[in-house]
């Protein structure tokens, strides 16, 4: 089955950066889009940017460009989303989706920025 | 952007009771719809998409209906398990956006 496995949680420092993972499996890693989406404690949902893997082309909420870098390893079918300068407005729960319409999501990887 | 906003932001119901919730979009979406709920600790699962389809191993009593910019998700005979947050999301156009989502409780 369809499975998405998130790394674990992180805990930074205030300008810092922070890589995570989305480990794929079930289907074939490079015939669909994976997004980035942010949840702040409490609040709605965010689309950072999606990238496809075939390709590594990708699409950025503008919000997030310069914030989110996200790339992948076809030989590992795993998805990553670097964000770098990281401040308090970063602390979230991430999650990585297939698709655009969210079929399968992650676990999510909860972010503290802290000193 | 295209702004989604949906009401109410929180609902209270009875258990057997039928619930809607809205979702109004700033532009015609065309269907470019999905609902997803969410658990406390979870991530959010799939409900429907493109408006009015149903997710596989979504119960039927769910449902959704609209077009061009109004929307809106039923649920029927509302069950304990049903209880959680409740997000609209469109993906017609860049950036994909949400709705500031609706918690739904049990009264």
């Known amino acids: 089955q369809v499975k998405l496995l998130q790394s674990g949680a992180a805990l930074v420092k205030p300008g810092a950066s922070v890589k995570m993972s989305c480990k794929a499996s079930g289907y074939t890693f490079t015939d669909y889009w994976v997004s980035w989406v942010k949840q702040s404690h409490g609040k709605s949902l965010e689309w950072i940017g999606e990238i496809y893997p075939n390709s590594g082309a990708t699409n950025f909420n503008e919000k997030f460009k310069g914030k989110a870098t996200l790339t992948v390893d076809k030989s590992t079918s795993t998805a990553y989303m670097e964000l770098s300068r990281l401040t308090s407005e970063d602390s979230a729960i991430y999650y990585c989706?297939?698709?655009?319409?969210?079929?399968?999501w992650g676990q999510g990887v909860m972010v503290t920025v802290s000193s | 952007d295209i702004q989604m906003t949906q009401s109410p932001a929180s609902l209270s119901a009875s258990l057997g009771e039928t619930v809607t919730i809205e979702c109004r979009a700033s532009e015609d979406i065309y269907n470019g719809l999905a609902w997803y709920q969410q658990k406390p600790g979870k991530s959010p699962q799939l409900l429907i998409y493109?408006?009015?389809s149903l997710h596989t191993g979504v119960p039927s009593r769910f449902s959704g209906s609209g077009s061009g910019t109004q929307y809106s998700l039923k649920i029927n005979s509302l069950q304990s398990e049903d209880v959680a947050s409740y997000f609209c999301q469109q993906y017609y156009n860049y950036p994909y956006t949400f709705g500031a989502g609706t918690k739904l409780e049990l009264k």
């Open positions: 493109n408006a009015n």
């Open positions: 989706t297939r698709g655009a319409t969210g079929r399968y």
